[in-house]
């Protein structure tokens, strides 16, 4: 392919041709009839040639895992291997995401000895979590007087899963997310039944077991005798119902959906360590996955890998959603709504135990004016977009739901308020 460039000098020369020709100078037509041909035979080689070197260059990308997490460096290989009789140079550029950071070396000029093999290497580091495709490598040849191209694209396109951050899964590591931090000041109902922790005690009746007597407390005097209560351990069972609409594609640095999902998986780890069953729905017109509650963190791992294999789309049906969960799960379970979608709920035919959990979108921005009457602007945006959030949070408590409002700071620490609060009055007990 001929640049722009080429295409000025072939018409100069040309020019000069006919000028020459016109006018008679026989010295000037012989140089102009020798750079005609010195550069048409440049190209017309080139193009010749080029075409068949670069048939003859195979091109591969490798990489030493399929499983990626986002913030975590990995390093890809894309070896060059030259088949031609003759050293090659070319500019090559691999096609990779917005979604990546990537190191320098993805792109530049490299040359290639005839029968040879080079690797360059360069590293990657996932922004966002989701399933993606690495795109094409091009490479380019040029012409020794940069008149002409040739271009190719070598389809090496390689799908990759990102899983969350295992650094900002703290609770599956640590001990960040302590019971004391999210459970002050609750004091939970109790109820009698088999189990280790004392309940109380009573006075015995025929239909008691003899193991529970509590001889410590038998008296004489009025031979009576105790036994001793335990109470109750009821676990419950959580169902995180989430959003995987476009409505969760807002944010800058951290996008809805990749912030909530860690928000969630760290809330669920804290949930299975207190024995209880946590299961996933992912919902939208383009999303419809089911993931059994267990409390083994099975479930977890589960919503993390599908969660890696697949990105936002499509809209949010709140009514649908839970029409569905009706049918798949057939007990009343607490069920945890995470959205960004603009709703207007009607009261659901189906009777569940949910709270839902409204997210601010613009917490996700980092907006940083540089002028007052902008920032004036930005306040009078944000506070314009809480008082609408509010609304919605009004009108779906009057149709008997608990809602609150989450930003990016406050999703964790919300959640698992209101789990707490529910557990407290055994909300989605099995």
């Known amino acids: 392919m001929i640049k722009k460039l080429g295409y000025v ?21 012989i140089f102009t009839l020798i750079l005609f041909f010195i550069v048409s035979s440049d190209i017309i080689f080139f193009n010749y040639s080029s075409a068949r070197y670069m048939s003859n260059i195979d091109i591969r990308r490798e990489v030493n895992t399929r499983i990626f997490r986002k913030n ?23 096609e990779a995401l917005d979604i990546l950071n990537i190191s320098e070396n993805h ?20 922004r966002y979590i989701g399933k993606y495709s690495l795109g094409d490598i091009t490479i380019i040849m040029r012409d020794i007087f940069d008149l002409a191209y040739s271009e190719r694209k070598y389809c090496n396109t390689m799908e990759i899963k990102i899983y969350p951050s295992a650094n900002d899964i703290r609770s599956q590591r640590t001990e960040m997310l302590s019971s004391f931090i999210y459970t002050y000041g609750i004091h939970y109902s109790k109820k009698a039944g088999q189990g280790y922790d004392l309940y109380g005690i009573r006075p015995y009746t025929e239909n008691d077991d003899f193991r529970y007597i509590a001889w410590t407390r038998y008296d004489e005097s009025n031979d009576i005798l105790m036994v001793k209560e335990m109470e109750e351990e009821r676990e419950i069972t959580v169902i995180f119902l989430l959003d995987y609409s476009n409505s969760m594609n807002f944010g800058g640095d951290d996008k809805i ?9 760290n809330a669920a780890y804290y ?30 791992k589960d919503f993390e890998t599908k969660i890696a294999s697949i990105l936002p789309g499509g809209d949010f049906d709140f009514e649908s959603a839970i029409k569905i969960l009706n049918k798949r799960t057939g ?11 603009d709703i207007n709920i009607k009261k659901p035919e189906y009777a569940f135990n949910v709270i839902m959990f409204i997210i ?68 989605g007990a099995v």
């Open 9 to 29: 000098i072939i018409t100069a020369i040309l020019s000069g041709l006919l000028e020459s020709i016109i006018i008679g100078y026989s010295g000037y037509i």
């Open 72 to 94: 975590k460096t990995f390093e890809i290989n894309i070896v060059f291997k030259n088949n031609n009789n003759n050293d090659v140079s070319f500019y090559f550029f691999d």
């Open 107 to 126: 792109s530049g000029i490299i040359k290639i000895r005839k029968k040879s093999t080079v690797t360059k290497k360069y590293e990657i580091t996932p």
């Open 257 to 265: 959906y990749d912030k909530t999902v860690t928000n969630i998986i």
């Open 271 to 300: 949930m299975v360590k207190n024995r209880d069953n946590v299961g996933f729905f992912i919902y939208s017109s383009e999303h419809n996955y089911f993931i059994k509650p267990d409390k083994s963190g099975n479930s977890i």
């Open 331 to 341: 007990k009343k379970p607490l069920i945890f709504v995470m959205t960004a979608s």
């Open 360 to 427: 601010d979108h613009t917490s996700f921005y980092n907006y940083n004016p540089s002028e007052p009457l902008q920032d004036l602007l930005m306040r009078g945006l944000y506070s314009s977009q809480i008082s609408r959030l509010r609304l919605v949070r009004g009108s779906i408590i009057r149709m008997g739901y608990r809602a609150d409002v989450v930003q990016d700071k406050t999703m964790l620490p919300k959640i698992m308020e209101e789990y707490n609060y529910a557990r407290s009055i055994n909300l």
